[in-house]
């Protein structure tokens, strides 16, 4: 297939409904309702951009701290949930785990299903549920839910059973910031398309889930993970790209479907990567990652995408890898919610029209 028909067959640059929530400019920047990325990752939290998603503006005091006492108190485990992590099999796939605590919220008698209730009861009980799980599996102890003010902070809590320091917070704010929204990107789209049904909140995210799985949209944070893992030291790794691309391997944490000339997010989050890694001795890692990228832009003329670093900043913060699209997922929720919103204020039922290519009208043969 060529590119244009590769283009159209990807929907490229078609304009699929309106949304006042995020802008991706003409292909280089992104601001979440009119605010610049940058800005919002310096000077605020996860907690202030998801209001600013699903209610349009950013809370004052007052309603900043009425949506964290809202989101403590939804940060529990239902023991039904909690039965239902302990009995996975072994290797048990994190995004499946994902949904099924969507769909066992789906399950209450009193499921919330306006989107800001149900973002709050997600992103009370994801972040707790993952972490139970990931430590049960991994035959740990449970520290119980954290009570810490922030989504990442009480993730780092219950994820290592240790108060986090502070800038190991900060950096995995400044990361679920980023990943909060990105307009029409797949799960997202899967998201509207399911709640133009008049389907759930919770139904909406759970097909969002599935999608986002995939290693060419949120899976792509885990498989860069695994190239940087493959090499151990720059050098290495400049042989190993270099032999990948030869074979016409993708190089996942590279490219993007909207920004052809790097992603506004990368370098946000590669300045919160490079801090991880003098932090916590993983210069190595860095200085790896680095490698990989130079030569990317040396050999393909290809930049990183927001997956690449954050895969070495989830790393510096010793999160599992498997753990790092649920964690993206985590973060998307508000992005989602927020769409669900929007697609049911429009009430369309979203069905486009597709090109028949099949053929044409034939007589039907006789049964043989
Ligand atoms: N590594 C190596 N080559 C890549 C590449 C990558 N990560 N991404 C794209 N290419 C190549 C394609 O193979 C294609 O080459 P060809 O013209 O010789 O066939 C060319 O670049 C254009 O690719 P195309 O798939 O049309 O680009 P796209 O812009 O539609 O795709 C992605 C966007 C994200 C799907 C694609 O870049 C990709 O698969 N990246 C890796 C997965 C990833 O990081 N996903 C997270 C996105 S945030």
């Excluded at 078609?14 to 400019?25: E, H, K, R």
């Excluded at 699903?54 to 949930?81: F, K, M, S, Y």
């Excluded at 990107?185 to 799985?213: E, G, P, W, Y």
Aim: negative net charge.
């Amino acid at each position: 297939m060529d590119k244009q028909a590769r283009e159209k067959a990807g929907l490229r640059g078609v304009v699929a409904g309106a949304t006042a929530l995020c802008s991706v400019g003409d292909g280089h920047e992104l601001r979440y309702r009119g605010y610049a990325i940058e800005d919002l990752a310096a000077a605020r939290t996860y907690e202030d951009v998801a209001l600013l998603l699903l209610r349009g503006e950013l809370p004052a005091a007052a309603a900043r701290e009425a949506w964290q006492q809202q989101l403590a108190a939804a940060r529990v485990l239902d023991p039904a949930i909690e039965a239902a992590l302990l009995a996975l099999p072994a290797g048990a796939p994190a995004m499946a785990v994902c949904r099924l605590v969507a769909d066992l919220l789906a399950c209450a008698p009193d499921a919330p299903d306006e989107p800001e209730a149900a973002a709050a009861a997600l992103l009370g009980t994801m972040p707790a549920a993952l972490c139970r799980w990931m430590r049960a599996a991994r035959g740990q102890e449970w520290p119980g839910i954290s009570r810490a003010p922030s989504l990442a902070a009480a993730t780092l809590e219950m994820l290592h059973g240790t108060a986090p320091a502070e800038a190991d917070v900060r950096a995995l704010d400044v990361a679920l910031i980023l990943y909060a929204e990105h307009e029409f990107n797949a799960s997202t789209f899967v998201a509207r398309v399911t709640a133009s049904t008049r389907a759930s909140c919770l139904d909406a995210v759970a097909a969002a889930l599935a999608a986002l799985k995939g290693p060419l949209h949120g899976g792509a944070n885990e498989e860069a993970m695994r190239l940087i893992s493959r090499f151990d030291s720059p050098a290495a790794a400049v042989a190993g790209v270099k032999e990948l691309l030869a074979e016409k391997r993708l190089i996942m944490g590279f490219g993007h479907a909207v920004y052809k000339s790097g992603d506004p997010r990368s370098p946000v989050i590669k300045e919160a990567a490079r801090g991880l890694s003098e932090r916590h001795g993983k210069q190595e890692m860095f200085a790896v990652a680095e490698a990989i990228e130079k030569t990317m832009l040396a050999d393909k003329g290809m930049h990183p995408n927001l997956d690449f670093y954050a895969a070495v900043a989830y790393a510096c913060l010793g999160i599992p890898t498997e753990l790092f699209t649920p964690l993206f997922a985590c973060s998307r929720l508000s992005g989602w919610l927020a769409h669900v919103g929007e697609q049911r204020a429009s009430k369309a039922l979203l069905r486009p029209a597709a090109e028949y290519v099949g053929p044409g009208p034939r007589e039907l043969p006789p049964a043989a």
